[in-house]
């Protein structure tokens, strides 16, 4: 048994994108020559290691959605 932790896979590491990419996923992405790590085919930031139970991305993270889609329907309301 190994005592490393278990990688799900990588989420860009930009808090506005956060596009979660699975392991085979990230291997057809640009490497930055300079630290190796994977860039976001997005928006060119690096990717993270993502861990069992921590947040992925937009799709994944239902609290964020869930306040923008508050925010919208507020100034929707506002504007009537």
């Given at each position: 048994?190994?005592?490393?932790?278990?990688?799900?896979?990588?989420?860009?590491?930009?808090?506005?994108?956060?596009?979660?990419?699975?392991?085979?996923?990230a291997?057809?992405?640009?490497?930055?020559?300079?630290?190796?790590?994977?860039?976001?085919e997005?928006?060119?930031?690096?990717?993270?290691?993502?861990?069992?139970?921590?947040?992925?991305?937009?799709?994944?993270?239902?609290?964020?959605?869930?306040?923008?889609?508050?925010?919208?329907?507020?100034?929707f309301?506002?504007?009537?």
């Amino acid at each position: 048994p190994e005592d490393r932790p278990k990688i799900d896979g990588y989420v860009c590491s930009d808090e506005d994108c956060r596009r979660p990419y699975t392991a085979l996923e990230a291997a057809d992405l640009e490497v930055d020559p300079t630290t190796f790590m994977f860039l976001c085919e997005y928006c060119d930031s690096t990717l993270e290691e993502s861990r069992p139970g921590k947040k992925k991305g937009p799709m994944e993270d239902k609290e964020r959605q869930e306040e923008a889609a508050r925010k919208q329907l507020a100034l929707f309301e506002e504007e009537l």
